[in-house]
């Protein structure tokens, strides 16, 4: 592969790379874009582990682009995480200072809807808006034909006057219909597209590299709709920041490659965070129909005059009565009363056969054939979807109706042909209203084995990058993500090893038992009072769950050694603000779950973290839903020890635990101290089976791991952060 170099030999060492935005890359960084450059060429993918500031998205963007340019391709970014994808606007832009390249920063249409319509209403919309444009258009031919035809009949043109008479009737014609459509429903934001002059935007647009809320604001100063205008501009771009949903989802991939003007085969796709793309993808490839849908359906099928109506009424009315009465029946003593505004699973498995939801569905089935009727009732919804698309389209509904009876039906079908498929796991949960205090349930197919939906991916594009901090095992994303022997590298943190220590604290191992153990509670205590009491800055702790940092937040506040800002993170609160509140501080203490938001994709740098403490091995929690994909995993992987704990469990364990002591040493010139409290991280761990997790980190993180007792710890941290001349003044005695 030939590479811009300024005159100089296009060896490893010495390849200038044009797009690279800085003076010069890291050794491991240069090393990393060459690598990433002939797996281009050999169009396989790549696995990049690099830590925290190690500059894995510039290593990822600069070969991609370049190969891209010459190639003519296009690259597309993604990540899942909101800071993230502010840093890759960054980098874009000052790629672009560097390089001139052709950026756009895709973001979904409900967040760039200058009308607040959903997404069906603005397909219609979008459509009768085009037809009003087209007709116009096709009015003023016709009316330059008819006063051609004028002209040449005031000179005595033999049968001009017949051909300007059919003219003008279609005139007629056309006005009639001008006036029907404008009587309808249409955007005026997308009709200002369509007939202004949009040069200025898109010269503006690609000026630099924009953000959606530039692109909306920019846009509505001119009354256009900046979302139809930004897949208008995509067209053969060189790069595309958005988010997973555009690539995981294969409806919405296939129709953003549409708008890219690119077969999939001329797409580079680099994914962000990519230990998240499991979990990403497991959402997008679940289905789930409420208990509400079923009864809208039910009613919108009430006055339907169609020979279909019966059979669709049957087989969703049945499927409505099996829902209620399988999650009646899967309340245990006293379960009903728990229930609150968030799902809660109830359990419908059964060894053996079908799900219990399935078998009360059939037992309860009387008609003429459930495959029948189902057929029937799809039908019929579709037949309802096209008159709610004609009503709105032509005026006389305010807004574009979903049909309710197409997506029962849809989902029946779904939940009857691929229930007992092997990775997908049918679940029941119920919820209750808040308005009502009414229970109410939902029927879900649960996808157990994501890399159906990552697989078919990584196949159609020319290459993927995937890049994350914590990638490794190799083996195991590979596996779940369905990667056929991509290109492996690790880089760990380049910054001096001096300037960081990690503790593996030799507490009790905390199963569930030993957490209730008053002992065990009261050193827990005296250890994070430790951590904080000798931290020059804030700490940072997480526990395997809320409920858990919530009770260490109380024993705190009421330990009259523990002297400091107290901050305990609790579910439905942003990160940022979080955050912000936090890192205002410069001796607080900030208790979180590992499963929360701030565990990864958020910064503290400098004092605002010196020091993270994880609690505990986090292990989630074990729920009916994780059962199945570790029985999944070990139906599918039979040959390996214990793979489903190992791929469902210990894998994403580790991989939390290591983002969460990410978030301290985020710089060159950054130091701190991460703490493991849990003898399963000693080297004592070798001899607790699958239980201890110390061999689970890459080799020269374990190499790091200093073990030590827990009253130890304070001096250990006095003499490393006096080592640093971090205290200000005289240090904490011990």
Partial sequence: MAHANDGRDDSDSERAWRFFPYDAPYPNQEAAMSSIADALDGERNVLLEGATGTGKTISALVPALEYAREHDKTVVITTNVHQQMRQFIEDARAITRREPIRSVVFRGKSSMCHIEVGFQECQTLRDTTRSIVEKESDKAELSEQAQTLLDRMRDGESGAGEARNAVTDELDAIDDELDQLKEG???EHY???????????FQWLFDDVRTPDEIFAHAGRQNLCGYELLKEGMEGVDLVVCNYHHLLDPMIREQFFRWLDRDADDIITVFDEAHNIEGAARDHASRALTENTLESAMNELEDIDDSRAESARNVIGT?????????DDAFGFGEREQVGENWHDLSIDSQGRRDDLTM?????????????????????GKRLDEQYEDEYKNG??????????????????????????????????????????EIYGR??????????????????????????????PFDVTEETLGLENPVTMAYGLEYPEDNRRTFAVSLPALFSSERDNPATQETIEQLLVDAARFTPGNTLVFFPSYAEAERYHERLRANPVADFDFFLDEPGVRAEEARQEFVGKDNGILLTSLWGTLAEGVSFDGDDARTVVVVGVPYPHLSERLEAVQDAYDRIYRGKKAAGWRYAVEIPTIRKTRQALGRVIRSPDDFGVRILADKRYTR????????????SF????????????????KFAMLNFYNDHDAYDGDPPRP
């Fill in 191 to 201: 009709y200002n597209n369509l007939t202004q002059n949009t040069d200025e935007f």
């Fill in 443 to 472: 029927a879900e197919l649960y996808t157990c084995i994501p890399r159906e939906v990552t697989r078919e991916l990584f196949e159609e594009v020319h290459a993927s990058i995937l890049m994350s901090a914590t990638l490794r």
């Fill in 396 to 437: 006389d509904s305010t807004t574009r109706k979903e049909c309710q009876t197409l997506q029962a039906a849809n989902f029946i079908a779904d939940w009857m042909e691929m229930g007992d498929e092997l990775g997908r796991h049918p679940m029941l949960s119920v919820r209750r209203d808040g308005g009502t205090e």
């Fill in 319 to 327: 499927f409505l009565d099996a829902l209620q009465e399988s999650y």
């Fill in 684 to 695: 004592e761990s070798s001899s607790m089976g699958k239980y201890g997790v110390r061999g």
């Fill in 698 to 713: 890459p080799v020269e993180e374990r190499a790091e791991m200093v073990d030590i007792a827990p009253a130890k710890l």
């Fill in 360 to 380: 009360q569905f059939l037992r309860s089935y009387e008609g003429r054939g459930i495959d029948v009727e189902i057929e029937l009732a799809l039908q019929l």
């Fill in 185 to 187: 429903n249409f955007c």
